[in-house]
């Protein structure tokens, strides 16, 4: 019998490995072919699928040629997932002529534009107001003189950014008094692209509405304070209280409507107030969160996200099940005590800095052996790259490292501050020995 084909549309190279396990459980649990479509492939992506297809998801007729390129195999293809940012819409677009089910596409420019998703916004302005969720101001900018006419018109303070690009690149919070000009300049890499304004929120605190289809839960970002509010980790499960549960999710639903989000991932960054009644949408998403979330989710809740969407996507997911953390967990982005140049050549032979910060962190905090244990590291990339000690974007952390908390004798986020703390200081103790090539 002629196997299935599970079509992948793109993803983000810092995904491979989750790609790669979406694949081997299609194979395993439903004999699939997999089918990978992305510009530019390289070697890895031919080990990650079984045929792949270069086409660049951001061309206009992306959706056509793709459609022609799968004609004929258009009966075998049973299940599409789409996994990148580039390809929320014009991936959908190629499902849906090839009759997969999937998540509207009509709506789904809003899940990478981040100014078509205020104007989706401000057409429900009023509804938004009534379930008090703040509209922020915006406009879309391209010169030097519309920034200090947004900037006259919010002396409070504002935030400029992308009007499409992940991972932090290019948010600056501009404060009363700052230099417009070098603000305008650190956004010029992205002009072409559309660069937003948007009148600042004026809440602290930050969370995430994630998920797939109708299983849900909340996960609470850390971000750096300062002009660059860089996230510095997530952590999970999110320590909220009933009214504070109920805005986030009345929030993160809102955000699902205006993408056209139904049955597939989400991750919706929220904003809250202190008296947890208001928030905002800082940006939705329709793929899975970054920074390991969906681990996080198995190791505190014990579900497996990555294989539940290939069932889904396949039409044989299972009943939802209820979400009862047994533990916490976390993801901390890792960075350096000083301005530097580093890679992790620059280690000596044996060393491990980060197993050495778990360890002094958790006799700092009193924990007994094996109540805060380690479940992933890596570094953010092999090169030897100049780092700020004040990270502008996540491109300014050398690693990142998961860590469970095994009990409740420590609060997860008081672990974060003080694992980043003892990383450092480990970092520049292993720095300071000589190096030893292997």
């Known amino acids: 019998m002629t196997r299935p084909i599970l079509l992948i549309v793109d993803y983000n190279l810092s995904r491979i490995d989750e790609v790669r396990d979406l694949g081997d459980y299609a194979r395993e649990r439903h004999g699939a072919t997999v089918v990978l479509v992305r510009s530019e492939p390289t070697e890895a992506d031919r080990y990650l699928a079984d045929e792949v297809i270069d086409l660049d998801p ?57 100014y078509r998703y205020r104007l989706g916004e401000a057409r429900v302005a009023e509804l938004l107001a009534a379930q008090r969720v703040m509209v922020p101001a915006f406009a879309e900018i391209a010169s030097l003189d519309q920034l200090r006419d947004f900037a006259r018109a919010h002396p409070e303070g504002f935030v400029v950014k992308p009007a499409a690009e992940g991972n932090n690149r290019g948010v600056v919070v501009v404060r009363p008094g700052d230099d417009l000009t070098a603000a305008f300049g650190e956004v010029l890499p992205y002009l072409e692209g559309g660069v937003v304004c948007e009148e600042f929120i004026p809440y602290r605190r930050e969370f995430s509405f994630d998920g797939l289809g109708s299983l849900t839960f909340l996960t ?3 971000s750096a304070p300062g002009r660059y509010p860089v996230e510095i980790a997530q952590v999970l499960p999110a320590v909220v209280t009933d009214q504070e549960r109920a805005t986030l999710e009345r929030t993160g639903r809102q955000a699902n409507w205006l993408v056209g989000q139904c ?60 979400l009862v953390p047994g533990r916490s967990a976390a993801t901390v982005l890792l960075g350096v005590g000083s301005d530097r140049w580093f890679g992790p050549d620059d280690l000596p032979v044996g060393a491990d800095p980060f197993t050495d910060a778990v ?80």
């Open 58 to 114: 951001l061309r206009d007729d992306f959706s056509e040629i793709g459609a022609k390129l799968l004609d004929d195999r258009r009966e075998r293809i049973k299940a599409g997932i789409v996994f990148s940012d580039n390809a929320v819409r014009s991936g959908a677009e190629l499902l849906e002529r090839l009759g997969v089910p999937v998540d509207c596409s009509h709506l789904a420019e809003g899940a990478f534009s981040k």
């Open 220 to 222: 609470e970002k850390m």
């Open 263 to 322: 049955d597939g991932p989400f991750h919706n960054e929220i904003k809250l107030s202190d008296d947890g009644r208001y928030a905002a949408v800082v940006e939705p998403n329709r793929r899975p969160g970054g920074m390991k979330i969906w681990s996080l989710a198995r190791w505190v809740y014990g579900v497996d996200l990555h294989r539940r969407w290939v069932d889904a996507a396949f039409g044989t997911a299972t009943e939802t099940p209820s």
């Open 359 to 438: 360890q002094a962190t958790g006799e700092r905090l009193g924990l007994v052996d094996g109540e805060l244990t380690v479940t992933e590291f890596s570094w953010l990339s092999r090169e030897r790259r100049h780092l700020h000690a004040v990270a502008r974007d996540n491109a300014d952390f050398a690693a990142q490292g998961c860590v469970v908390l095994h009990g409740g004798s420590a609060d997860i986020r008081s672990v974060v501050h003080m694992l980043r703390e003892a990383w450092v200081d480990a970092l520049d103790g292993v720095l300071a020995t000589p190096v030893e090539r292997s």
